[in-house]
Every structure is written in C-alpha cells, then in structure tokens.
C-alpha cells in the first residue's frame, strides 16, 4: 500500500509518461522513414561496362562501375573477357551484402541512439512536468491550510497569465465569497440568538415580577400573563420568519403556475385594517401577471413588501401596487412614501436582522427580516430584485420574475 502511494499515478508521472511515449512515437516514425529512404537510395543497380586502356601497349581491359550519384570506380579486369552474366551476377551480391550491412549498422546505431534519447526525454520530461505543475501544487499546499478560522487568507498564484493563474484566481474569488457567506453565517447567528433572547428574558422577568410580589392581585396577574402572550406572539413572529427565510433560501422542490396579481389582491385584503388605521391611500393597477413558483412563498414575500410600505410609511401617506408583464418578464412592483432612507444603506437593509437607525429610535415593530425574506425568496424563485431608495422616502421595489403562459402551460 505504501509503495502504490509512493507510486500513485499522479498528475505529473502521467504527463511524463505521455511525453515519453510521444517522443517514443514520433523517434521510431523518424527512423522508420530514415530506415526507408536510406534502403531505397541504395537499391539502385551497379552498372558496369569494359573499356580498353588506351594508353598501354598491347591493350589491356578495365572494368568500370558506375554507382548511385554518377560515383565511377576502375578495376583492371582479366587478360580474357569475362561473360556478362558472371560479372553481373557478382556485382549484385557484393552490393547487396553492401547494402544489408550499411542498413544493420544504421539500425543498430539508431536504435543505441534511440534508446539513450529515450531514457533523457523520461528524465526531461519529468522535471519539466514538475516545473509547469507546480503552481498547482503551491494551490494544493495553500489550499490545505486554509479552514473556516483564515479564510482571508489567499492562494496568490504569481507568474504568467496562463491556465493556472486563472484557475487561481478562481478559486481565491471563491474563497471571498465563502469568507463573506461565513461572516454572514456569523452575523445571523449572533443576531438570532439575540433577537430569540431577548423576549424570552422579558417572558422571565414579568413573570418573576408577578410572583414576587405577594401583593399582586388577580388583574395584575392577568396583566402579566397578557404581557407575556404579546411577547410569545412576538417570539413566535419572529420563529417564523426565521424559518420562512431558511426554507427560502434552501431552494424550491416544487412549483406551480400562480398568478401576481391574485396573491397581491389577496394579501391587500387581509391589511385593509392596517391602510384605514394609518390613512394611506392604497393606489392598485393589478394585471394578469403569471409566473412559476412556490405560491406560499411569493404570497409571504408580498405580504412583507406590503407590510414594510404600512410600517415605515407616514400618516397620510401613499402605496403604489402594481402587476403585469413586460419584455418575457412577469413582475410585481410596489412604491410607498415613507422615511428617507440613505442609498448606501439600500444593500444593508436586504441583509437579515438590518434596520434603519431610525427605525430603532421611534421603536417599530419588527426584526429587521422583511426584507431579507424578500430577497431569499427572489433568489429561490431566480427573479430579479430592484431595491432604489426614493429621494422623498420610502422605497421603490421591482420584482422581475420568469413569465408563464398560465393558460398552456408552458414557460
């Protein structure tokens, strides 16, 4: 076991080995072809003919031999003329006893050559797969020490612009991003724990109060336990909220064709009570609007848009609700009058437990969740959220969702 995990096949033996076998392939092509060409250029006939030696007395014969690449080479040849067949049949077994061993020496020594260039393209190729792999294994290494306690720590890859770096790169955006939902994650923590703390503390401190006192007549008991039903409600409010915001942002399992202006039409329904008692004029342009999705949910994120416009809106004030679809896009859109809120502190408000400072001060209802609960179930459902603060107040929210055919059904 531990000798295959000496030897595992890792990223660099196997680019070495393929490198390797590459380098095996195209040198046995090359002497393939060299092996060829070099057979081919010495297969051509030795010609011979007899001439006499003109300068010698007497006469006399030489036999020439003309080669490949007009090479001429002179024998003196017997007193008697030879026939034609010997001499051919001779000529034509020393060159081909010529040619084999020229080829056997070339086989021989390339392959020898071949063999040693295999041997330093293993070597080579090695260390240059461990040379162009070790940005990675830098990645791998930082990568290691990096945990929930230094994710603002980065791999940093330098060098060139290449593959690795983006890769790189990459990855340290990911890590940005898992840094930032990490800080979030601790932040919602903190503020649960306190927000889910504080009514039960109350809960405790009324009823101890009440106890205590062995004074306390049957109205001030009555009194307290009322006291202590509110706060429960709260606390309870506060739970599901909590609960609609995790469900939202888990995902969908189902959805459904559902209709915008319905559920606006419904939500608006249940909150005359709350428009009346502030003297809000409620202005609706509600239009078939049809989209896919989970109908508890965009009914809840209806419901919090509605009710953020109620509470942070002023007396007198005005709601602007509408629905429809434009440009393949179902959307529902609602403006309401209310306090300044700060354009820098739009994408604050979107983040749970998040109130405006002077929310806090005049003591509304609320956790601070609304919105965050709207934002939640807009990434559920993949629509697009505009959020833009109105210079007079309040705010102006946009959701842009899928739009569907609710009478084919298609999408």
Known sequence: MRLWRRFRPTARLRLTLIYSLLFILLSAALLALTYGLVSHATAAELQYRFEPVPAKPGGGTLLVVEGPRGLVVTRPAPGLPVPNGVVRQSLQVV???????????????????????????????????????????????????????????????????????????????????????????????????????????LERTLLQVALRDPKATSQELRAACEEVLALEAQHEHLIDALLTLASSERGLEEREALNLAVLAAKVLELRQGDILSMNITLRTNLKASWTLGDTNLVERMIGNLVDNAIRYNVAHGQIHISTGHEEGKAYFAIRNTGLVVPADAVERLLQPFQRLESAKTNQLDGHGLGLSIVRAIAVAHGAELAVQALPSGGLNVKALFLYHDGQTGTS
Not at 103 to 129: E, P, T
Not at 140 to 156: G, K, M, P
Not at 172 to 191: M, T, Y
Request: charged share 20%; hydrophobic share 50%; glycine share 6%.
């Open 95 to 201: 060159a081909g006893q010529q040619k084999a061993l020229d080829l056997h020496q070339l086989l021989i020594y390339s392959g020898v050559a071949m063999a040693v260039m295999v041997v330093a393209a293993v070597v080579l190729g090695w260390f240059a797969a461990g040379r162009v792999l070790r940005p990675l294994r830098l990645m791998t290494a930082a990568a290691r020490r990096i945990s929930a306690q230094n994710l603002y720590e980065r791999l940093a890859v330098l060098g060139p612009d290449d593959e690795f770096k983006e890769l790189g790169d990459t990855l340290d955006d990911l890590l940005g991003r898992l840094e930032s939902a990490f800080e979030a994650q601790r932040r919602f923590v903190a503020n649960a724990s306190h927000e889910l703390r504080t009514p039960l503390t």
